[in-house]
């Protein structure tokens, strides 16, 4: 009797494991279709390990989000066309910084046609060196001209780092007379004096700048004469 018993126990218990297995795999290959219908807030912020099979359902499970931060996460285009396809997401905020599987044309189509992002007050395109925002130029300026969200004059806060801007391309930004946040930082060709002739004519109250790595004077010049350049061209 005791070997009976023995081998039930043991049966049982690979019986359990393997269901769990079962279950685990589910989880993880195919996740369940739960809304989290009052969820405004969300940030996976650097969340990599998330695969987009299951970063897109779970996003897309919250039809009232407001803001939303996806930036350094496998985030692909079909996400953002999920959002652009909701009639009740309305977002406020969005970060996708450093979203490398996101390309240009994504980011374009989203901002330009998506219901979803014509509400938008704080945008997030941050790149770097490393991984530069994936807006082209022309992408860019389609963005600038057409996107709702630019030309409303609500932004209130604007990361364009990295991105390919250049004297003519900023003189497309509409004027944002709330815009109190600006990245642009890893711009290397763009000239610090088209800074502040942007600030003075269509962002007069921007509080918050960051020119990291950004313009030939300070981006290859030694502290001395980027500091100069810095009180002499911006500053002044």
């Avoid at 962002?203 to 100069?228: C, D, F, M």
């Amino acid at each position: 009797p005791d070997a009976e018993s023995s081998g039930s126990d043991r049966e049982d218990g690979a019986s359990s494991s393997l269901e769990r297995g079962r279950r685990s795999r589910r989880c993880s290959e195919e996740p369940e279709h739960i809304e989290f219908a009052g969820l405004q807030r969300l940030s996976v912020r650097g969340a990599k390990s998330i695969a987009p099979h299951v970063l897109a359902p779970f996003i897309l499970a919250c039809p009232a989000l407001t803001h939303l931060d996806i930036s350094g996460t496998r985030a692909t285009p079909e996400l953002l066309a999920g959002l652009a396809a909701s009639s009740t997401v309305r977002l406020k905020s969005l970060s996708l910084g450093r979203c490398i599987r996101l390309t240009g044309e994504s980011i374009r189509d989203f901002l330009v046609h998506a219901p979803a992002a014509s509400w938008i007050e704080e945008l997030n395109l941050y790149g770097d060196g490393t991984f530069p925002c994936p807006l082209s130029q022309d992408e860019a300026r389609h963005v600038f001209t057409t996107a709702p969200c630019f030309l409303s004059g609500r932004m209130r806060y604007l990361d364009l780092s990295s991105t390919q801007l250049d004297r003519a391309l900023l003189a497309a930004i509409p004027p944002q007379p709330n815009l109190r946040s600006l990245g642009l930082s890893y711009i290397p060709a763009l000239e610090l004096t088209t800074v502040p002739d942007f600030l003075r004519e269509k962002v007069a109250n921007v509080e918050v700048l960051t020119l990291v790595g950004t313009s030939p004077e300070l981006s290859y010049a030694g502290v001395r004469k980027a500091s100069l350049a810095l009180h002499t061209q911006f500053i002044t």
